[in-house]
């Protein structure tokens, strides 16, 4: 992972004048949607990653500085060494994906990604919701795969028994979780931030 720790170090190299307005959520977000899109145009990236034009453009500007994206007419792609760190973060981070109307956390907007292997890494799972809060989600919650079931730390060793919802057939069937993994549930009123929750949340854990 010393690839994705190179890409996520961007943020911490501040040049002069105002501070970024972007973390490393926001980072991700944009990084991932490149490469899940081959292409995509600025405006659209904007949106889909919930930075408005000045904060795109500097994000942008990072990645290019850095060689992981290039530009051209037809909008920004991934050079071959982000290509590389994007295998790498496909390894680990699973896709992002929407829940509706879950009762699995709060929020009436729902998101949702799997950490291969990051069942090890999770304390209480209060790192994980603190860090989602931060970026404007209002919570998430911290599943760890245990013996084929979702469990929480220090409570349910079955939450799919405890708390019945339809929601955890679409985890099963989207994420694929294994044991070992952790799946994270991020909530807020709108759909890019409970994206971001869940990958702000997903970095505590890599």
Not at 154 to 181: H, I, M, Q, Y
């Amino acid at each position: 992972m010393q690839s994705v720790t190179g890409l996520l170090q961007i943020t911490d190299r501040r040049p002069q004048g105002p501070s970024p307005t972007f973390d490393r959520a926001h980072l991700l977000l944009a990084f991932l949607t490149i490469g899940q899109s081959g292409t995509i145009g600025r405006q659209a990236l904007a949106g889909r990653s919930g930075l408005g034009e000045g904060a795109i453009r500097t994000v942008l500007k990072r990645l290019r500085e850095e060689r992981y994206v290039e530009a051209n007419a037809s909008g920004c792609y991934l050079t071959r060494a982000g290509e590389r760190v994007y295998a790498d973060l496909t390894k680990k981070l699973s896709k992002v994906i929407t829940i509706h109307k879950s009762q699995l956390t709060m929020g009436t907007s729902q998101a949702s990604l799997a950490v291969r292997g990051g069942g090890r890494s999770v304390k209480s799972g209060i790192e994980q919701r603190d860090s989602a809060i931060k970026v404007g989600a209002k919570g998430a919650t911290t599943y760890v795969i245990k013996s084929g079931r979702f469990t929480i730390p220090g409570g349910s060793p079955d939450c799919e028994k405890d708390f019945p919802n339809r929601s955890w057939a679409t985890l099963r069937r989207e994420l694929v979780p294994e044991d070992g993994d952790s799946v994270i549930v991020c909530g807020s009123e709108e759909e890019t931030v409970a994206r971001l929750g869940a990958l702000s949340a997903a970095l505590t854990l890599l």
